[in-house]
C-alpha cells in the first residue's frame, strides 16, 4: 500500500542528487522498491552530478519530472544548487524537495542553502523543503564516525557537554523526502527531529558496541577544532559552516523538538533506544 500523502504521482520520473549519502541512498532504495523510476546522482554515481561542474546538467535533468535535492553545507558552491535548481525548472520538472539543515530559514538569503530553499519556492508550483537536525546515522556511517576513527574512538566537537540536539533518525527524513516526492505536500515546510533532546554524550554512552565506531566524546574549544579538521583536510569553508552549525547547538537551537515527523508522516518520530536496538552489530 503506499504511504501517508503517497499516491498520485507515481509515474513521475524521479532525480535523487546525494544519491550515495545517508538519506540520498535510502530515498533512492525506497523509490527503486516501489518500482518507481528514479536516477541516483552523485560525484561517485554512474549519473555524475558535480556542483561545481555545469557541463551535464541539461542531460541528467531531461525528461525528470521530481527531483529530490540535498543541499551540502559549506562548500562554497556559489549557489550553484539554486542554479541546478533553476535548469530543473526550466527542463520541465514539476515538484521540487530539498533537504536542508535545521535552522537554515534563520540564515542569510544569499547562503548557499537558504538560496536553494528560496529558489525552489520561486521556480516550483510544487515544492517542499525539509529542515533536518543532525542525524544518529552520523554516529554510524556519516561524518562523526568519520572523525572518531581518525582519534582511536574519540568524537572531538567544538559543543559544551550539556549541549542539547533533538537527533533526527535518517529513515525518517527519508521517509518525509518520498512522501513529498510523491504525495500532497506542495507548498510546505518541515523541520525534521527526533522525539527526544539528547547531549553527544548520550547519544555516544547508548551507541557503543553497535555499528558505531564512536567510544567517547570530547568538548573541544573552535581553534583546536578547526586545526584539526583542517588536519583532516576539511576546507574553511566547511569548518567555518560546522562550527556555525555547533555554535547554533550551544546556543540552544538545536534542542527544540518539533512535530515535523508526525506531520509529514502521521506518525511519531523513530527514538533512539530503537535505533540502537537495529544497529547492533
Known amino acids: 500500500m503506499p504511504g501517508p500523502g503517497v499516491g498520485t504521482l507515481y509515474s513521475m520520473s524521479t532525480l535523487v542528487t546525494g544519491a550515495t549519502g545517508i538519506v540520498g541512498s535510502r530515498v533512492l532504495t525506497q523509490l527503486r522498491s516501489r518500482g518507481l523510476s528514479a536516477t541516483g546522482a552523485s560525484r561517485t554515481s554512474t549519473t555524475r552530478l558535480d556542483w561545481t561542474d555545469t557541463s551535464n546538467w541539461d542531460e541528467i535533468l531531461d525528461g525528470v519530472e521530481n527531483v529530490f535535492v540535498v543541499t551540502p553545507p559549506g562548500k562554497a558552491l556559489g549557489n550553484r544548487v539554486a542554479g541546478f535548481l533553476e535548469r530543473a525548472a526550466k527542463a520541465g520538472a514539476a515538484n521540487a524537495v530539498v533537504l536542508t539543515d535545521m535552522g537554515t530559514e534563520h540564515a542569510p538569503a544569499d547562503s548557499d542553502q537558504r538560496a536553494a530553499e528560496l529558489q525552489a519556492k520561486d521556480l516550483f508550483d510544487r515544492w517542499t523543503v525539509l529542515r533536518s537536525n543532525w542525524l544518529f546515522q552520523d554516529f554510524t556511517e556519516g561524518m562523526f564516525a568519520t572523525m572518531a576513527r581518525s582519534r582511536n574512538g574519540r568524537l572531538e566537537l567544538p559543543v559544551k557537554k550539556k549541549t542539547g540536539i533533538s537527533f533526527v533518525d535518517a529513515r525518517d527524513v527519508a521517509d518525509a523526502a518520498v512522501a513529498a516526492l510523491l504525495g500532497d505536500h506542495g507548498g ?87 535505533f540502537v536496538r537495529e544497529a547492533v552489530l
Open 188 to 274: 510546505r515546510d518541515y523541520t525534521l527531529t527526533g522525539p527526544q533532546t539528547l547531549t553527544f554524550r548520550e547519544v555516544v554512552k547508548q551507541t557503543r558496541g553497535t555499528e558505531s565506531p564512536v567510544w567517547k566524546f570530547k568538548s573541544l574549544d573552535r581553534g583546536s577544532f578547526h586545526s584539526r579538521a583542517a588536519d583532516r583536510g576539511m576546507s574553511d569553508r566547511y569548518v567555518g559552516s560546522l562550527s556555525e552549525r555547533f555554535a547554533a547547538a550551544d546556543a540552544g537551537r538545536a534542542a527544540e523538538v518539533t512535530e515535523g515527523v508526525y506531520e509529514a508522516l502521521r506518525r511519531e518520530p523513530i527514538p533512539l533506544a530503537r
